[in-house]
């Protein structure tokens, strides 16, 4: 029974499909991650229904209405979290050093090598050159330690955690009526037609 609810959260009801704009409506004052959440489900309930291939049948025709709707409920979320960053700027990299964060990253990655090939020589030939990977371990920590308080990791952490927080808001605020409205992009077409496939119909007309 708490499968078949789970399922049954992101469909309309079975024998009354309706318009797509009535069914938008009973999402209102959801969340964005209750939606994400849900299709989640289905898509792991399908797997192990069917295995390898996915969802078949009139499974696949709900599959693909719960992607078509996560698809197009969660449209906006690049505008929290951009692909194009502000710490990828070159004028973000100029002011907090990236240069020196990068050379640390690189040096701290040849002593690294350098560290694994004295194990490696040592096990191969029966030495004991502690002092030498004591030495190369010492540089290994200070670099890491270098790395991890640099100026450009932290304005990085920074800004990742705030874009961390605005996608969470975003994915936890309760949808608008506005919101679910034909917003004339790709993704509503793509829904109406996934919903058309289940026996409903739309207000909107899309190019076919």
Do not use: C, W
């Not at 025709?61 to 409920?73: C, E, G, H, I, T």
């Not at 330690?145 to 808001?169: P, S, T």
């Amino acid at each position: 029974m708490y499968i078949e609810n789970k399922l049954m959260e992101l469909l309309p009801s079975a024998g009354d499909v309706g318009t797509l704009e009535d069914f938008l409506k009973t999402l209102e004052g959801k969340t964005i991650k209750e939606i994400l959440d849900s299709v989640s489900f289905m898509s792991l309930y399908n797997m192990n229904k069917h295995g390898i291939g996915g969802a078949r049948g009139s499974d696949k025709d709900v599959m693909d209405f719960a992607n078509a709707l996560q698809n197009f409920v969660n449209r906006d979320v690049m505008k929290h979290k951009p692909r194009d960053r502000e710490y990828d700027t070159e004028e973000f990299k100029k002011e907090n050093d990236y240069e020196g964060y990068s050379k640390a990253r690189t040096q701290k990655a040849r002593v690294s090598i350098a560290r694994n090939k004295v194990k490696r020589d040592a096990l191969r030939d029966g030495e004991d050159r502690t002092d030498e990977l004591n030495k190369l371990e010492d540089e290994i920590d200070k670099l890491q330690d270098f790395i991890d308080n640099h100026q450009y990791l932290r304005g990085y952490r920074m800004i990742d955690a705030e874009y961390d927080q605005a996608v969470k808001d975003y994915h936890n605020a309760p949808i608008k009526a506005d919101y679910l409205k034909d917003d004339g992009s790709e993704a509503y077409d793509r829904l109406v037609k996934a919903f058309q496939a289940l026996g409903g119909d739309s207000e909107s007309i899309i190019d076919v």
